[in-house]
């Protein structure tokens, strides 16, 4: 009570007119994030949890499913960081619902028949946005998914996902600041701009903004999301256009769109994570015509039209049924990202949040792939990357437990779930091999168990990835 009290007060503070709709939402959002949590504590499990919640059904890789969780999730757990960071996400979530509403309305007035029908007409990264803002739950997995830690409630409704545009500032020399990361930082630092803002279309990314068709500036932005601050290293600014050409010389697959960065750049000031820049191309001019793209974090997200997910129109259009559907997307997804790992040490983060990819009549047709960040490397096969970048590593374990987390648990997973099809899982065990061909990775993908991302005890534990084994659906 004393969470949803404070919530009120910051509400009543800076946005009155969306109090009453934000109280009836916070229930809701109470409660997605307890029963995320709690699913998250028995996948992990952590405590006692495995006791303490009994769940529905349990799916592929100890993916648990529970009835709503109607707690405080603060409750659940007995960290003081975790607790403020999962009271950040309720409010966050409760102002997000009240939002969707409004924003929900307009869109069944448009009288279009679903919401790919409603995009069609934008290029692709404008129809990319306004789908991408369907995910409103944030993270499929993470029960942080809405933590907006340093943001009060005014910063979420000029900048978060639900906002129909912010504003990029520029310093001298043309280096793009986030609005808000500039009045953040004139708290500190004597920062002069040059020449207007620019408006800025966000993304579920929240520091990733499209600026205009083709062209996203991913900025350093100094809240925390999820588990994470969200600035940029400068590692990271000299590596993404390294990379983004070290990946596209060894594709094998011309259904891949790479969403390459053409540059970088970083500041001194403060830790040198503080003005950071990325530049990332769109997909704008490259699709063909008919050619749908529907960022990965919008499939399991509801159609404000239908009240489906985007998911399960695409099926329906495709005619394919879910199984064939998830295959062919299975089909897509694995062989180029998989082969990448075996033949060049290149383990991709290939999760829904980092795939866009793209249907023609609703049936799998080409993959986009964006945000080199947080992918892992076999240093021996590494181009020169900056000086003590985390994202190389000697340990081929690291490396396969990027992809087997991402791309089978994290992304085909979700998919499999939200479709109901378990009975996919041998027919993509099928490609796996076949892709693969004999390659010694295939023992880890299938074996009995395999590691799995553990957000919450990386969180408990204030450190970096911990991996906690699952029984595997590819095995046998």
């Known amino acids: 009570m004393q969470a949803l009290s404070q919530s009120l007060k910051d509400v009543a503070k800076h946005a009155p007119e969306w109090e009453d709709a934000f109280r009836e939402c916070h229930p809701a959002a109470q409660a997605s994030v307890a029963t995320k949590l709690a699913e998250a504590l028995w996948r992990e499990d952590i405590g006692d949890a495995r006791r303490r919640f009994k769940p529905v059904a349990v799916h592929a890789f100890e993916r648990a499913v529970l009835a709503p969780v109607e707690a405080d999730p603060a409750s659940l757990v007995h960290h003081e960081g975790l607790q403020a960071e999962l009271a950040s996400a309720v409010t966050g979530l409760a102002l997000a619902y009240a939002r969707r509403q409004a924003i929900d309305r307009r869109i069944k007035a448009s009288g279009a028949p679903d919401m790919l029908a409603h995009v069609e007409g934008h290029d692709a990264d404008t129809a990319c946005v306004k789908l991408e803002r369907l ?68 993304t579920a990314a ?10 996203y500036y991913k900025l350093a932005l100094d809240i925390q999301v999820t588990s994470t601050r969200r600035t940029i290293s400068p590692a990271a600014t ?37 003005l950071s820049a990325i530049v990332r191309s769109g997909l704008y001019g490259r699709l063909r015509p008919g050619e749908v793209p529907v960022p990965g974090g919008a499939l399991p997200a509801i159609d404000p039209i239908t009240g489906r997910t985007i998911l399960e129109g695409l099926v329906e259009r495709s005619g394919l049924g879910p199984v064939r559907f998830v295959v062919d997307y299975a089909r897509l997804l694995l062989p ?8 060049h040490g290149i383990g991709l983060e290939a999760h829904l949040q980092n795939c866009v990819p793209t249907f023609v009549d609703g049936h799998p047709y080409r993959m986009g792939l964006r945000d080199f960040a947080g992918l892992r490397i076999m240093a021996g096969q590494a181009p020169p990357l900056h000086p003590g970048s985390v994202i190389a590593t ?20 979700e998919l499999v779930l939200r479709l109901g099809v378990e009975e996919a ?27 799995h991302k553990a957000l919450t005890r990386m969180r408990l534990a204030d450190a970096g990835d911990i991996y906690v084994p699952v029984r595997n659906p590819l095995h046998g």
């Open 135 to 202: 995910a409103t739950e944030g993270h499929n997995l993470h029960p942080c998914g809405r933590t907006r830690l340093g943001w009060h409630v005014g910063d979420m409704l000029r900048h978060d996902l639900e906002t129909d545009r912010t504003e990029v500032a520029f310093l001298p020399g043309g280096h793009p600041v986030h609005a808000w990361q500039l009045a953040h930082l004139r708290e500190r630092y004597d920062l002069e701009t040059v020449g207007q803002p620019v408006p800025a279309w966000p």
């Open 336 to 343: 180029a990202v998989l082969r990448l790992a075996a033949r």
């Open 394 to 413: 000697c340990d081929r374990a690291v490396m396969l437990s990027k992809v087997a987390y991402t791309v089978f648990q994290a992304h085909l997973g």
């Open 425 to 451: 899982w041998p027919a993509i065990g099928d490609i796996a091999a076949q892709a693969l061909d004999a390659h010694p990775d295939l023992a880890f993908y299938t074996a009995e168990t395999v590691p």
């Open 206 to 215: 929240l520091r990733t903004l499209l600026i205009r068709p083709g062209t």
């Open 238 to 274: 000299r590596n993404g256009p390294v990379l983004s050409r070290f990946i596209a010389d060894r594709l094998d697959d011309d259904r891949f769109l790479l969403m390459p960065e053409t540059a970088g750049m970083s500041s001194p000031l403060g830790t040198g994570r503080d």
